[in-house]
């Protein structure tokens, strides 16, 4: 049996339940922040992208070794 139009119940069958964010509780949209529960910007918070590693290196003034 379909629904009828107008009733509402095949908004019910199509909508997806609101999962929210666990750390601001906004409504997350996206699969994969639906999945872990974590907006982009939460996640950010929590798992940072690791520095550069051009960044973390720098010259060091040294003084030669006596005797070579």
């Known amino acids: 049996m379909e629904p009828?139009?107008?009733?509402?119940?095949?908004?019910?069958?199509?909508?997806?339940?609101v999962v929210r964010c666990r750390?601001?509780?906004?409504?997350?949209?996206?699969?994969?922040s639906r999945r872990t529960g974590l907006g982009p910007a939460c996640d950010a918070k929590l798992h940072p992208a690791p520095p550069d590693?051009?960044?973390r290196r720098h010259e060091v003034e040294?003084?030669?070794?006596?005797?070579?």
């Not at 009828?4 to 339940?17: F, H, K, N």
């Not at 750390?23 to 994969?32: A, I």
């Not at 040294?62 to 070579?68: A, R």
């Open 23 to 32: 750390m601001c509780g906004r409504p997350l949209t996206g699969t994969q």
């Open 62 to 68: 040294q003084d030669p070794l006596p005797g070579i």
């Open 53 to 55: 590693i051009r960044t």
């Open 4 to 17: 009828l139009p107008g009733d509402g119940s095949a908004d019910r069958a199509t909508r997806r339940r």
